[in-house]
């Protein structure tokens, strides 16, 4: 079938991105879903950093490449041997599919999933190859979605099911910011009622982030950013202290805030400075848990005898360190109780053909969640 796609054929271009246009939609050709696969009619895709990351280079794929991973939509056909979805139901996407059987997926750890990080590095679909044309010329996968379409054929291991009562402009965040943001506070960092949280980089992610710490029950949640709209933002999200990092000291603020530091700290800012602000930020037994992709070959200078004698701890989290189909569901029962308002991250939706001006708005940091909606 053809299909409408936003492709990347080159990284690195220069901004505004409405002017050199990275992206360029074009009337791709779709295979059918092969054994083990779906056809997703795609609902709405999120503008995600991890999307702008590939699109200056901090994060090198295999090009050409059709972008988009944070997406919700419908079922449409379904591949040999998918027998536990129906055409009709509403899905949203996981940038990780798991395979369930490899050594991380036996251990529940599916956001580690070996296969699956093979099939993304390689622009390919879990069970390998592309679905995706311009007529002779392979289009690659971007982390196994390539959502920024009006169609995608994906891995029925990227997909969770979900209610039809959900929105789908809403449910797409839950397949990136929500999952990645909330499940590092609960998964990572398991972070109990009473403890004192920092969180830094207010994104969508990082403020995910935030409306799980105050979801939590942490005693103390303190933002850190350099813009004033998102802090303003995150006070109205239960944020109990905000600090803009350009203008003060994070560190001994959150230090002197805090009586020593906090107990968490939470990078989601993709910066190295920021996270070694939260390493500092943190109290003697304190924990830094980052979720931020700086470019691969940045690294952190770290004291190791404080590491040592103060028992401070760093900790990586991908995708939250989330078992998607166990926690989405949950995200989702909380979203509806009220007490995680992921609506109030909404920047606004755009076309697909405005995509590069959206990429522009990110970038400059104007936005926290837009939405691509068809």
Known sequence: MKIRAAILRNMGAEVPYAQTRPLVIESLDLAPPERGE???????????????????????????????????????????????????????????PSCGHCGSCSEGRPALCEPGAAANARGELLAGGSRLHLQSERIHHHLGCSAFADHAVVSRRSLVRIDKDLP??????????????????????????????????????????????????AAQVIAVDLSSEKLALAQSLGATAVINAGEQDAVEYVRALTGGGV??????????????????MTKR?????????????QTLPLSVVS?????????????????????IPRYIDLYKAGRLPIDRLMSGSLGLDDINLGFDRLHRGEVVRQLITF
Do not use: W
């Open 285 to 297: 037994g304190g924990t830094t848990v980052t979720a931020g992709l700086p470019p691969p070959g």
């Open 168 to 217: 789908l402009t809403e449910a797409a965040m839950f397949g990136c910011a929500v999952l990645t943001g909330v499940g590092a506070v609960v998964n990572t960092a398991a972070v109990k009622p009473g403890q004192r949280v920092a969180v830094i980089g207010l994104g969508g992610v990082g403020l995910a982030s935030l409306l799980g710490a105050v979801a939590s029950g």
């Open 263 to 280: 107990d968490f700290a939470f990078e989601m800012a993709g910066s190295i400075k920021a996270l070694d602000a939260a390493v500092r």
């Open 38 to 96: 779906v056809l997703v009619r795609i609902a709405a895709a999120g503008l995600c950093h991890s999307d702008l990351s590939v699109i200056n280079g901090d994060r090198p794929r295999p090009m050409p490449m059709a972008l988009g991973h944070e997406a919700a939509g419908v079922v449409e056909a379904l591949g040999e041997g998918v027998e536990d979805l129906s055409i009709g139901d509403h899905v949203v996407m996981v940038f990780m």
């Open 307 to 327: 590491l040592v004698g103060e028992e401070r701890t760093l900790k990586g989290s991908y995708i939250g360190s989330s078992v998607p189909v166990r926690d």
